[in-house]
């Protein structure tokens, strides 16, 4: 996602323009802290600073119908404030990731709960494959996909995610 997409965690926005579908994903990220360019899975997580919440929105109309045309998903995944990120905590605090609950709560109901090991691809997989098409650098975060359960915000929506061993992220869409 661009720049202009990632928001802090406890932001209040308006509903996403330009969609009636928007969607949230519960998200592990990757928070780049040492530049990395077709790096090894044995050496990527050199290449990782830290680890944070994040709560992903799409806008799922749009992606559907960049789908359905073959075309590339980009008004529907980067749009300014979709990128919420909550606080880094560093590698070394978190560990090794692995059976850590990843959870999402919208409008108090629980809509996502899995964990950390549920993840198609590991980090050191994540970091190697993307290191393979961008110089990653310190400040890049790398948003890593969602367990199951994503659904559609509405105006009024209020979210609060999280993972075990990292502050929670909390995201409100005005009324």
């Not at 802090?8 to 360019?37: L, N, Q, W």
């Not at 979210?159 to 990292?166: A, Q, S, T």
Request: charged residues 20%; aromatic residues 8%; contains cysteine.
């Amino acid at each position: 996602k661009s720049a202009h997409a990632v928001i802090p965690s406890g932001s209040r926005i308006a509903y996403p323009p330009g969609t009636e579908d928007c969607h949230y994903e519960m998200e592990f990220v990757i928070a780049i802290g040492k530049d990395a360019f077709e790096v090894s899975e044995a050496d990527a997580l050199e290449a990782v600073f830290g680890y944070a919440c994040g709560i992903d929105l799409t806008r799922r109309d749009l992606q559907g119908a960049a789908k359905a045309a073959r075309r590339p998903w980009d008004l529907g995944k980067d749009f300014e404030n979709s990128a919420i990120t909550g606080a880094i905590t560093p590698l070394a605090a978190f560990g090794a990731v692995g059976e850590q609950a990843i959870w999402l709560n919208h409008d108090g109901a629980r809509v996502q709960d899995a964990t950390l090991s549920d993840m198609v691809w590991s980090v050191p997989e994540i970091i190697a494959h993307l290191s393979r098409f961008y110089h990653l650098a310190p400040g890049d975060l790398i948003y890593t996909g969602t367990p199951a359960g994503v659904g559609p915000v509405t105006a009024g929506s209020k979210m609060v995610g999280g993972i075990d061993g990292l502050t929670p992220v909390t995201l409100d869409i005005e009324a």
